[in-house]
């Protein structure tokens, strides 16, 4: 890990601005090995700064006094993307495997799991046992289109990002000892990835994001040795990255039953036929959440002798809103388990495993962070200065607002539950469930509403030198111990989960295949 500073530049008494442009494109690059032709490569990179003093004529006069930093940024790119893979061959389709081969090339003997596993005569599966669900979601298949190597599919497209970057910085003096800042910085992005988990271009994802960051910064001199910072600033940063199509419900049209009609998700299930190119919108998707961030500070540098002395606290609080889509659509794979095939698996609609949604889980988590630190900057002589602080860190842990956290605790036995998450049927949600006895409330076991205990004892010493032996030369070194955090999306586990989000898993046998198109 590394900590980053960024500073940005201030106006100043005289207009002054920037115009700029990055340009890049595919007429000198050359074609990558993997692509049939040349991928399109076009970036535009272009922006402008303008700062200067704050001027209104015949209201105010910033000169001086008050100055301002516009800056603008903009991206427009276009870059190609190539997937290869296996799509199945078009007599593969009407039920004809006499051409089918395993990985080593040997011919496959393609058995029918319902007459005790005889062979298929000549490898070809009747039509009237081809599943019509199967065959509706194979039409998903592209045609091969590749010869000369194991692959007989390849497809190029065109990925596309595109963002405008803006921000807005105020400067103001307001006397000898006294600086205010304000700045505001905000960051819409679009981007389309047409291959997102499928190599089917239909099957991509678009990803829109916003990030936005405004603070206040507050600096007030004493005396010219003894000065405070403080500062409040207020962040945040959304996601919404649905599915290409999943406004259409091409479930219904395939005839696929029981699949969701939550209007934000519709489309296929996720079809992972092993050797082959998957079908689907990406089964995790959509994705949509927020994050808010709260952050306050106080500084206090004090330079007295030898010493520059530093201390101060921040408080950081963490806002986390959720919603969880994964495999709401259901998602399948075809192994070969039944036929020796997995193609021929799928066509007769034999699934080895299968998954779904039930619900969409929601989390609201909220975190607050606590921290203190002193640090002394010790110069011993003209060569040599020692660094000595302290940080004390108090990370609480997550609580989600409705109490919607669940997690097995291998010590207790019991799967832990933080409260109800908000669900009106909880209670009949629980004695539903041949596990209502293993399921206990935090509070009643001794546990926090955020089921995971805060530790207390984060103390972080450092220590560092800086020594000069000779002239031109410095050795440097230092020490230190260091605590973070994990990321909030991170404890997603513990909310998507029973019993706020319920998911049906099955996996068949080979005495009792399931067959997609039969419910």
Same mark, same amino acid.
């Given at each position: ?31 990558? &090995? ?106 998903? &298949? ?378």
């Amino acid at each position: 890990g590394g900590v980053l500073s960024v500073a940005t530049k201030s106006g100043a008494n005289r207009v002054r601005g920037s115009l700029y442009e990055f340009l890049r494109n595919s007429a000198l690059n050359a074609r990558n &090995y993997f692509d049939a032709g040349k991928s399109k490569v076009i970036q535009n990179q272009f922006g402008s700064t303008v700062s200067g003093p704050v001027f209104i004529p015949k209201v105010y006069n910033g000169h001086d006094h008050t100055f301002f930093l516009v800056s603008w940024e903009s991206l427009r790119q276009i870059s190609g993307s190539t997937q290869r893979g296996i799509v199945p061959q078009a007599q593969m389709l009407q039920g004809n495997f006499s051409a089918a081969v395993d990985a080593f090339g040997k011919p496959e003997t393609i058995i029918d799991p319902l007459a005790k596993n005889a062979p298929f005569a000549g490898n070809q599966i009747p039509l009237t046992r081809l599943d019509p669900v199967a065959l509706n979601i194979a039409a998903f &298949y592209p045609k091969p289109n590749l010869t000369g190597s194991a692959n007989n599919y390849l497809a190029q497209g065109d990925s596309t990002s595109s963002f405008n970057n803006y921000a807005i910085k105020v400067d103001h003096t307001l006397g000898d000892n006294d600086r205010i800042t304000l700045s505001t910085f905000w960051k819409p992005s679009v981007s389309l990835n047409p291959f997102q988990r499928s190599p089917v271009a239909i099957f991509g994802a678009n990803n829109n994001s916003f990030g936005l960051l405004s603070g206040i910064r507050y600096v007030h001199a004493f005396t010219p040795a003894l000065f405070d910072e403080a500062s409040a600033s207020f962040g945040r940063t959304t996601l919404n990255q649905p599915n290409i199509g999943s406004d259409h419900d091409w479930s219904a049209q395939a005839g696929f039953n029981g699949a969701t009609k939550d209007p934000t998700d519709l489309g296929l299930p996720y079809v992972s036929v092993s050797g082959y190119i998957d079908l689907g919108q990406a089964y995790d998707l959509p994705k949509v959440w927020a994050y808010n961030n709260f952050h306050y500070a106080d500084a206090i540098t004090w330079i007295h002798g030898r010493h520059n002395l530093k201390f101060g606290g921040d408080f950081l609080h963490y806002q986390y809103f959720n919603h969880d889509y994964a495999d709401l659509r259901g998602r399948m794979t075809f192994l070969g388990r039944f036929t020796n095939d997995p193609m021929a698996d799928f066509l007769l609609g034999y699934a080895q495993t299968s998954r779904r949604l039930v619900n969409v889980a929601t989390e609201y988590l909220l975190v607050s962070n606590y921290s203190a630190f002193a640090q002394d900057d010790f110069k011993i002589t003209s060569t040599l200065t020692l660094n000595f602080g302290l940080r004390y860190e108090l990370m609480k842990q997550p609580v989600e607002k409705h109490g919607a956290r669940s997690i097995f605790v291998p010590s207790l036995g019991k799967i832990v539950v933080a409260g109800t998450g908000g669900l009106a049927n909880f209670d009949q949600l629980i004695q539903a469930t041949a596990v209502a006895n293993y399921v206990v409330k935090a509070a009643d076991v001794g546990l926090p509403q955020s089921i995971v205990r805060t530790n207390y004892k984060n103390f972080a010493p450092r220590f560092g030198f800086a020594w000069r032996p000779i002239t031109r030369t410095v050795i440097r070194g230092g020490y230190g111990i260091f605590y973070g955090t994990d990321s909030l999306y991170r404890y997603d586990s513990m909310s998507d989960t029973y019993p706020y989000a319920l998911i049906n898993t099955f996996s068949a046998t080979a005495s009792n295949p399931l067959q997609i198109g039969r419910a």
